[in-house]
């Protein structure tokens, strides 16, 4: 039977963490709105020129946001199949390494996962309003129990099965909106939707030049509906895990996700960030409440659905706003309306899609909620595992 000994967690980290990474030379880069609450792995690992700024990392480390509220909301992750096995990434990231012969980097992050030492770190928080940080030195103090380096493989592995799983759903869960997305530029870019062959294209007389007869360029102003709503969401009513995003106009934007049953805005609506920091969508057509955005819906379900309203509005040349994000630009925007039979084919086609998104992400979440169920207990030994 494996017995578990009281150390410091500093005593299993690397007190020196050296990344060579030189100026001018572009890296493997995690920012920290790529770091989703409850998943192990980032987003999105971008590439990024390294300008001399940044935390340093290299495969098997584990990033812990030192910030609120993101520490708060428990942005932790591990990172893997970095470029040359090496990156950066935001600056506020501690970035905490395994000893190799007193941890396990999997076990080491699984470790970093207890809310017990997520609350020690938050309690250490110093600074201004909004911009506290946490103090590295209570990570290094915080005591735990710890196996053997054989233990240790074998509840990291355990966990890890749990984690792979979410990470196989995720791609899945990508490939399929890369489905969704290639429908809609199949139908209403290339206009090989079904029965083109058999319909003439028009001069519209727009930027849109030949379109199929009896379609429509119309303006996204005159298709929307605002949807107000007197509710104010308050950061501490974010969850981590769950089906439906809230969206937040803060640097992060997505802050968090409600479950099934409490969803705050339990609709299909589309959220824009209607400010100059930044324009984001939520996923469609999963529902959402919005803090300080505008939450809209289309006014004409027979030939503008969500679905389509939704593609329509991310596939529109917004670029031109970067500098400008404001919803009267959203407004001025010329999209294509369809035909009512191929507007609610693409509808149904869409929501199959979401369909299976949607089974997938909950699957997600119920096995998110019984892995962290496990890590209190399997890492601290409260649990045996054979």
């Known amino acids: 039977m494996a017995i578990f000994q009281k150390v410091q967690l500093g005593d299993l980290l690397e007190k020196k963490i050296k990344v060579d990474i030189k100026k001018g030379i572009e890296y493997s880069f995690v920012p920290m709105e790529n770091v989703d609450p ?57 970035i905490l390494r395994a000893k190799k012969d007193r941890a396990v980097p999997d076990y080491l992050h699984y470790i970093t996962k207890l809310d017990d030492l997520i609350h020690t770190a938050i309690l250490s928080m110093v600074g201004a309003s909004g911009r506290q940080r946490a103090d590295l030195k209570s990570i290094h103090e915080y005591e735990v129990n710890v196996p053997d ?134 996923n469609f057509p999963f529902a959402c409440g919005a803090d300080g955005t505008q939450l809209l819906k289309t006014n004409s379900d027979e030939r503008m659905p969500q679905t389509l309203l939704y593609y329509s509005v991310i596939n529109a040349d917004l670029q031109n706003y970067s500098y400008a994000r404001h919803f009267k630009f959203l407004k001025a925007l010329n999209i294509l309306k369809p035909d009512s039979v191929i507007a609610k084919s693409f509808d149904k086609a869409v929501n199959q899609t979401y369909q299976q998104i949607k089974q997938l992400r909950q699957q997600n979440v119920n096995t998110g909620k019984i892995r962290d169920l496990l890590i209190p207990q399997l890492v601290t030994g409260k649990r045996k595992i054979n």
């Open 38 to 94: 409850g998943s192990k792995y980032p987003r999105i690992i971008e590439s990024k020129i390294f300008n001399g700024s940044g935390s340093r990392f290299a495969d098997e480390d584990t990033l812990f946001a030192r910030i609120t509220p993101c520490l708060q909301n428990k942005k932790i992750v591990k990172v893997k199949n970095l470029r040359n096995g090496i990156g950066f990434g935001s600056t506020e990231f501690f």
């Open 149 to 282: 380096i054989p233990t240790q493989t074998r509840i990291a592995s355990v966990l890890s099965a749990y984690d792979d799983l979410i990470e196989n759903n995720e791609k899945r869960i990508k490939a399929l909106e890369e489905m969704a997305q290639l429908l809609y530029t199949e139908w209403f870019v290339k206009f090989k939707f079904p029965g083109h062959e058999k319909v003439k294209m028009v001069d519209s007389g727009t930027e849109y030049d030949m379109v199929p007869e009896g379609w429509e360029v119309v303006n996204v102003g005159d298709l929307l509906e605002i949807v107000k709503r007197k509710i104010k969401l308050r950061t501490n009513e974010y969850h981590t895990v769950g089906l439906y995003p809230i969206v937040d106009q803060g640097k992060d934007f997505i802050a968090g996700y409600t479950d099934n049953e409490g969803a705050i805005y339990n609709e299909n609506l589309i959220v824009f960030g209607d400010h100059t920091r930044c324009l984001k969508f939520c």
